[in-house]
């Protein structure tokens, strides 16, 4: 089912409605780049500040990734946020330094410093919510990444409407309509050049993977939103069982909620995912009635044993295990077989028993 395409002032008044006992009284930051998507972001909320009950500010990140041009980047929003009469508050990092030192893409490392300054500004208590700008086109092109790379069933669901304390209250508006928004309010905004360059996969797949498919779909924008919108419904739903079943015996659950189960237990303690080879792995042993040890990497191991999970990190602490009583012959430990002889010449001596 294709989404519905909402002007931006409609979109963000639904989205913050949805929360507005949460939004009254506190501190709403919008994360400000100086481009269309944020700047409307920015207006919106302003406009909706006195409907809500909110205190609006903002806050900018330079990433140091295009010289002068970032510097102007962070002088428009001083001067947008000083107009506005909207505090903002300001931090930097130098990003090719840091994609270098950690052997990141670019992308990525700049999502990595931008998000990390974020949750710096929430933890000081500048704010009590932050809100990105990420739109409607933003979620099929997130869908499209994520299936490309090979995502679970999860990855359907793209972006999160809201994380926490991060909220996106645009993913139902789309590009055309944030520039008429802006048009509307007389209000300009910068370009970044970077998302002219196809050396960016997002970049690729905006500008040459969506053309192409809209030319089976002229909508194809609004069909990949709709079906990200509808994963999400279906995630909420799997993330509450989820919750329900967590210790339970997986073996006795479907595999769609144990290999869920899985995935959640090794984020909360690992902070990573599982890829789909190292599930299908775990998830099988789940239903072996015989305790299992399964290496996930260099750091991590797998403990399944009639259908429970437990993860370790090998390096922090010695797993204990059970005392096992091996019989002569056929033996099972950590579900590997062994076969236990017992010789004459290792029996204990008569002197030995007598002692």
Do not use: W
């Amino acid at each position: 089912m294709a989404a519905r395409k909402t002007d931006v002032l409609s979109a963000v008044r639904a989205y913050y409605s949805r929360m507005s006992d949460e939004l009254n009284g506190k501190r709403l930051c919008v994360c400000l780049s100086g481009g269309a998507d944020s700047v409307a972001l920015l207006r919106a909320s302003l406009a909706l500040a006195g409907e809500f009950g909110y205190e609006l500010c903002a806050c900018h990140f330079n990433h140091m990734i295009r010289g002068l041009e970032s510097d102007r980047d962070e002088k428009f929003c001083i001067d947008l946020c000083e107009k506005l009469g909207v505090a903002l508050y300001r931090g930097r990092d130098d990003v090719p330094a840091y994609a270098k030192k950690f052997k990141k893409s670019t992308e990525e490392a700049a999502r990595e410093c931008r998000y990390a300054f974020f949750e710096r500004c929430l933890n000081n208590r500048r704010f009590d919510f932050y809100a990105t700008a990420h739109n409607l086109n933003d979620d099929s092109e997130t869908l499209l990444l994520n299936l490309i790379r090979g995502s679970g069933s999860n990855g359907g669901s793209s972006l999160a409407s809201r994380n926490g304390a991060l909220l996106r209250p645009l993913l139902c508006a789309g590009r055309e309509e944030i520039e008429k928004y802006l048009e509307s309010v007389s209000q300009d905004h910068i370009h970044d050049s970077t998302n002219d360059s196809l050396d960016y996969t997002r970049n690729y797949v905006r500008k040459i993977l969506i053309p192409a498919l809209e030319k089976i779909n002229p909508n194809v924008s609004e069909a990949l939103a709709g079906f990200a919108e509808s994963a999400r419904t279906d995630r909420l739903f799997f993330d509450s069982l989820t919750e329900l079943h967590l210790n339970d015996d997986l073996s006795e659950l479907p595999k769609a909620l144990t290999d869920r189960i899985i995935l959640r237990k090794y984020k909360d303690f690992s902070g990573k995912i599982l890829n789909s080879e190292q599930l299908n792995i775990i998830s099988a042993s789940t239903y072996c009635k015989t305790r299992r040890v399964l290496k996930v990497d260099n750091n991590y191991e797998c403990v399944t044993d009639n259908g429970s999970v437990e993860f370790l990190n090998i390096h922090e602490i010695i797993p204990k295990y059970p005392v096992q009583t091996l019989d002569q012959g056929e033996n099972y430990v950590f579900g590997e077989r062994i076969t236990v002889f017992i010789s004459e010449s290792f029996a204990p001596s008569t002197a030995a028993r007598q002692c």
